[in-house]
């Protein structure tokens, strides 16, 4: 039988437990038995080797050793269970079988503990217990044969993933919470490794692979078993090392590292974001990271450890190149994963999924755009490879994979490689949910050909770093208004504030109070008489009519405060393309005021001037110019033939270079890759027309008929 039907088998058989909760637990529930029920079949059969010779000396020496979890673990490992009962001898006394399932939990050695308790299993004794169903499940897991010897680790990794999918569609889980596909996973460690065998041939290095979400752990256990099997005996000594938010997944992995024989404490539970499980930086830097984060989920719940460590720590944090909007934490994970590079000689090489909005979300100055700019200018991005759709088993989204490293080949230095394999799948015989496509074993040779390459092509593009950044400038038009002390206009001046205000008194005592408020009113009625007295006439200058408000209020003895006098000006004016300009402080010298509805801006491409000279992101020109000869160059080209009346917004400057307009970055893929599709000849479509036209004849015909 080839393994995926074994597979399939293994795992048809555990979703028969389903039928047996339906009506005592939601769909929604399965998870909370099946996924628990799995992990203990497969340690129990795990510990058919040794079970006696535990249970003889847990009672020999029970009452002589202090630390005998300590003594039964160096001679049996991490996974033994000290109670007198296994899966068969539970099913032998269904009449006790919940209190001796529970002595049996209870046996289990620490590191299982810990995985029982985040599976919360206990709780739910009671409840099939009240259901008469925790016979049924044993026995119809009995039936599953789960042994390592007969399973490998890989296929029940796999067996986990078939299940986990099949909870998420009874689930409906978000898009962001699903498996990586193990073709997927193939395809990130070919591009991280493709040029690094020589240096990985060593027995003797140690390779620490890292992933802060790392769900049931597929994509580390997955990455170690591609590169031994590839490197063939020559692989070095590899750490794993993640991070797991949800209890159940967190788990499934550690078991699956107990297993291994890998080090379960190096799978942390808790969120990678405030409680990181590899916070000092002197034990915990990694050679290798990977990851697949949850796509547009919220960090609404740890929003103010973040924003503190934002704040306070700023780059020496790992948070200080910017945040990314509150619905989405995906950039925050890459940040994470940034902050845990290894300074060495050797570096540190990064592979995270992606779905497009991390690509170009956010305009310049945004948390987004920030990040994207201090990834680039520091020059860590080596390649972003577009992936096929309908690709993973909850979502059919377009996906992403971005490579990153500190430690970029000379040849790559300055310079980002797009690939776009989004035409690189074959047709799945049988849709898996939302999956429809897979990457083939061939596929993934040549897209990594495609990496190691390093040229223009069909499927490639080379670009410079500041080729994806550009300096938005704000583009101002000067404010021209007319005034008129006409009925209608004078009618506004009774929604201004400062207008109202007049007759507005904040005095405590109530006789000053109201003294104070009819003083207001007799002099809102001698300004709305001394405007009524005014000129019925048009006025297109600002200082021609502020000096006629003047006069007539000197006549009518009111006093023009700035407040007042801008009320007024608001409520008499309206805009007037033929009108004087408007300037600061009615002096030309002062500048032109803008006039805020026709305010533009443009995205100037960074030039050679505009981009830090040592591509660290630390250092830019020593000579700041307010406004750079690219960007002036570019407004007399492209701005004032069209609009000649137009200026630079001088204020709107980069926070990092002081220099006039803000610098972003995004990376719109597609634009890249788009092919000019020319439109069908006009007769064919007048032909499909006609054909129509007569398909309709012929059926109001039949309906007249």
């Given at each position: ?5 074994r597979i ?6 555990i979703?028969?437990?389903a039928?047996l909760?339906r009506?005592?637990?939601k769909?929604?529930e ?6 628990p ?8 059969q795990?510990?058919e080797?040794n ?6 000396d847990?009672r020999r020496?029970?009452g002589?050793?202090k ?6 673990q ?9 109670s ?26 620490p590191?299982?503990q810990d995985?029982?308790e ?7 004794i009671?409840r099939?217990?009240a259901?008469h169903?925790?016979y049924p499940?044993?026995q119809?897991?009995n ?6 010897d ?5 296929e029940m990794g796999l067996?986990f993933e078939?299940?986990?999918r099949?909870?998420?569609e009874q ?9 990586t596909p ?12 493709a040029e690094?065998q ?5 027995p003797?290095v ?6 802060p979400a790392c ?14 099997e590839?490197?063939d005996?020559?692989a070095?000594?590899?750490?794993l ?14 078991s699956?590292?107990?297993l291994k ?6 799978i ?5 974001f ?5 916070a000092?930086r002197?034990?915990?830097?990694f050679?290798i990271m990977?990851?697949?984060?949850p ?6 719940k740890?929003e103010w ?27 925050l ?9 290894d300074g ?19 305009d ?12 680039i ?5 080596e ?5 096929p759709?309908q690709?993973f088993y ?24 797009l690939?776009?394999?989004?035409d ?6 049988k849709s898996?949910?939302?999956?429809r ?9 040549e897209?990594?050909?495609?990496f190691?390459?390093?040229?223009d092509g069909?499927?490639s593009?080379?670009y ?15 404010l ?5 002390a006409s ?8 929604e ?8 507005k008194s904040?005095k405590k ?13 007799a002099?809102q ?7 009524a007295?005014?000129p019925?006439a048009l006025y297109?200058?600002r200082?021609a ?7 007539a209020?000197r ?5 023009l405060?700035a ?8 409520a008499l004016?309206?805009?007037d393309?033929?009108a004087e300009?408007?300037?600061k402080?009615?002096?030309p010298?002062?500048g ?12 100037v ?10 591509a ?12 750079t ?9 492209e701005?004032?033939?069209y609009v000649p009346d ?15 307009g ?18 069908r ?8 027309i006609?054909?129509l ?5 012929e059926?109001l015909?039949e309906?007249?008929?």
């Amino acid at each position: 039988m080839a393994r995926s039907e074994r597979i399939n088998e293994s795992a048809n058989l555990i979703w028969n437990v389903a039928d047996l909760l339906r009506g005592d637990y939601k769909p929604r529930e399965y998870v909370d038995v099946i996924l628990p029920m799995t992990v203990f079949r497969r340690l129990d059969q795990a510990m058919e080797g040794n079970r006696q010779a535990v249970w003889n000396d847990h009672r020999r020496y029970r009452g002589e050793l202090k630390n005998l979890d300590g003594f039964l673990q160096r001679r049996y490992g991490r996974v033994y269970n000290t109670s007198p009962y296994d899966w068969r001898k539970l099913m032998e006394a269904p009449d006790d079988i919940a209190q001796n399932l529970v002595t049996y939990l209870n046996g289990f050695s620490p590191d299982v503990q810990d995985i029982v308790e985040k599976f919360d299993f206990r709780r739910q004794i009671n409840r099939l217990q009240a259901a008469h169903l925790i016979y049924p499940v044993l026995q119809e897991f009995n039936r599953v044969d789960l042994h390592p010897d007969r399973v490998s680790n890989r296929e029940m990794g796999l067996i986990f993933e078939n299940l986990i999918r099949r909870f998420s569609e009874q689930y409906n889980e978000t898009a962001g919470e699903h498996f990586t596909p193990r073709e997927v996973i193939r395809l990130m460690v070919h591009l991280l490794f493709a040029e690094q065998q020589q240096r990985l041939a060593d027995p003797n290095v140690i390779l620490k692979i890292y992933d802060p979400a790392c769900g049931t752990g597929g994509m580390l256990t997955e990455a170690k078993s591609h590169l031994e099997e590839t490197l063939d005996g020559q692989a070095p000594q590899i750490w794993l090392f993640g991070q797991e938010l949800n209890p159940q997944a967190y788990a499934v992995a550690k078991s699956d590292m107990l297993l291994k024989g890998e080090d379960p404490e190096r799978i942390v539970y808790g969120n990678s974001f405030s409680e990181d499980g590899y916070a000092d930086r002197s034990k915990y830097r990694f050679e290798i990271m990977m990851s697949n984060p949850p796509f547009g989920v919220s960090w609404k719940k740890v929003e103010w450890v973040i924003k503190r460590e934002h704040e306070t720590r700023g780059y020496a944090g790992r948070f200080g190149a910017g945040l990314p909007r509150i619905n989405d934490g995906a950039l925050l994970f890459l940040q994470h994963m940034l902050h845990k590079m290894d300074g060495n000689q050797v570096g540190s090489r990064i592979a995270i999924i992606f779905n497009g909005s991390p690509l170009f979300t956010g305009d310049a100055g945004s948390g987004e755009s920030e990040i994207r700019r201090w990834i680039i200018e520091n020059d860590w991005l080596e390649a972003i490879v577009a992936l096929p759709d309908q690709l993973f088993y909850n979502t059919g989204i377009n996906t992403y994979i971005w490579i990153l490293t500190n430690r970029k080949d000379e040849r790559r230095k300055g310079k980002i490689q797009l690939i776009n394999a989004v035409d690189f799948y074959v047709k799945m015989r049988k849709s898996l949910g939302d999956k429809r496509h897979e990457i083939s074993g061939e596929q993934i040779k040549e897209i990594t050909g495609i990496f190691q390459a390093f040229s223009d092509g069909e499927y490639s593009r080379i670009y410079e770093n500041r080729f994806f950044g550009y300096r938005k400038v704000r583009i101002e038009r000067p404010l021209r208004l007319n005034f008129q002390a006409s009925p209608e206009r004078i009618a506004r001046l009774e929604e201004q504030k400062a207008f109202q205000n007049l007759a507005k008194s904040r005095k405590k005592d109530e006789e000053s109070r109201a003294r104070e408020e009819q003083e207001g009113r007799a002099q809102q009625d001698a300004i709305r008489q001394m405007l009524a007295d005014m000129p019925d006439a048009l006025y297109k200058s600002r200082p021609a009519f502020v000096k006629a408000l003047r006069q007539a209020a000197r006549g009518q003895e009111v006093t023009l405060k700035a407040p007042l006098l801008r009320a007024i000006l608001t409520a008499l004016s309206e805009k007037d393309e033929t009108a004087e300009i408007c300037y600061k402080k009615d002096k030309p010298s002062e500048g032109m005021e803008p006039d805020v509805d026709l305010r533009d801006h443009e995205n100037v491409p960074l030039s050679e001037d505009d981009y830090p000279d040592d591509a660290t992101g630390d250092s830019y020109l020593d000579e700041k110019v307010p406004l750079t000869d690219t960007v002036q160059a570019y407004f007399e080209r492209e701005v004032l033939p069209y609009v000649p009346d137009a200026f630079i917004d001088l204020d709107f400057t980069d926070h990092k270079d002081g220099r006039v307009g803000r610098i972003g970055y995004e990376i719109n893929f597609n634009r890249y890759f788009y092919k000019y599709q020319p439109p069908r000849p006009l007769e064919e479509i007048e032909g499909e027309i006609r054909t129509l036209e007569q398909e309709i004849m012929e059926l109001l015909r039949e309906v007249m008929a």
